[in-house]
Each structure stands twice: as C-alpha cells, then as structure tokens.
C-alpha cells in the first residue's frame, strides 16, 4: 500500500513538474518585449536597393500593391530559401535586412526559423522614414532556411508593403507567423518587400555586397 501511494505521489509530482515547466502568458509576454527591444540598429534610407548576387528578393519592387501592419502578435516577412531556382547555401550569415517601410515610425526585425516555437534573432530599427526602402546593418547566424519580416515594436504596429508579383519567377514566399509560435501560414500569391543580404548564396566565390 505504501508502495502504491509513493508511486502517485511521484507520478503527482512529475506531472506538476511538467505544467510548471511550461512558459507562463507573462513569461512569454517579457520573452517578446525582450526580443522586439533589442539590439538597435540605426535604419538607412535607400536610394536605390541593391541587385548584388548577394541579396535575395523576391518582390519586383515599387509601387507596393497593399501595405501590411502587424499587430502585436503577428509578423509578416518570406520564407527565404531559395534564389532564382537555386538553393541557398547554409550555414550562412545575414548582413543587411531592407524592407519598404510603411507609414509607422519604428519596426523590429526578425529571423527566425520556418516552423517551431524556437526563438531566433531580431533587432529594432527606428525610426524610419515612411513609404520608402530602409535597411540596417545585423549580423544574423541562419543555419538554415529561415522567416525573415518585420513586427511590432514599442506599441507601434510594424507596416511593410507586400507584392502580388514575383521577380525573376521565383513564386511566392510571403508568410504571416505568430510570434510565439510557428508560421501561421503562407499569404498565397504575395510577396513581402524585404530583402536580406549576406553570404547565403551559391556559389559563395561569386558573391557580390553593394550595401548602401
């Protein structure tokens, strides 16, 4: 008998264990605001954005057809995973992030993976000039495959303008993620205008950076 109750006993408090173990709302709430409030980067207007081998776009650039403001649990960006057909070459690292920036003054960069509720990298940026191109300096390890956007920052919706075109035929990659989760899904037919910069692209000997 004593056996027994010893035997609930553990399973009472392995279990309690697990429930505590989870990330409460609070927890997660100061995890996003630690995220979304640093580091900060100074933002760049661009006069023009650069074609080198080494950014990846999939946006054919102005005008934007929509412009998309995110709310505080959502982001918008694309899945980066591939260029013109060819795979990008992983691991790699982001340089430069640009975006046509909406009408909001301040934004926070992300990379994160494509899937998961893994945590990946992100920079505030701002304040920025609005309905043009702006990029910041990073410096982002991606081991793979990952979602990069803009969300929320300090209470101001992030707003970034979204293509339903595609450049050198490359489809669609924009997606809306949730930002304590996964890719909420896909946003069919669209594209996000912002691009990343860096050595992600095969093959690495021809890599070209004209960074502004």
């Known amino acids: 008998m004593l056996g027994r109750i010893a035997r609930v006993s553990i399973a ?3 279990t309690a264990g697990g429930i505590y173990a989870q990330p409460t709302d609070a927890e997660r709430r100061a995890r996003r605001d ?3 409030d640093g580091p900060r980067r100074e933002v760049h207007k661009l006069s023009q954005v650069p074609d080198g081998t080494g950014t990846v776009r999939y946006d054919p650039g102005v ?3 929509a412009m998309l403001n995110a709310p505080t649990t ?4 694309n899945l980066f995973d591939t260029r013109s057909g060819s795979p990008l070459s992983f691991p790699g690292t982001v340089t430069f992030v640009s975006w046509y920036h909406g009408t909001l003054p301040t934004a926070a960069v992300f990379i994160f993976p494509p899937g998961g509720t893994t945590f990946g990298l992100a920079y505030s940026a701002g304040p920025a000039p609005p309905l043009t191109f702006v990029g910041i300096n990073v410096a982002l390890s991606v081991p793979g495959a990952f979602v ?5 920052y300090s209470g101001s919706f ?3 303008g979204v293509r339903s075109a595609t450049t050198n035929a490359q489809g669609f990659h924009g997606v809306q993620r949730l930002f304590n989760g996964g890719v909420s899904n896909t946003l069919p037919g669209q594209n996000v205008m912002i691009r990343v910069s860096g050595n992600v692209i095969i093959p690495v000997e021809l890599l070209e950076f004209e960074v502004e």
Do not use: K
């Open 148 to 152: 990069g956007g803009l969300f929320v």
């Open 158 to 160: 992030a707003s970034v």
């Open 74 to 77: 959502y982001g918008f960006g």
């Open 12 to 14: 009472c408090l392995l």
């Open 63 to 65: 005008p934007a057809d």
């Open 34 to 36: 630690e995220l979304r």
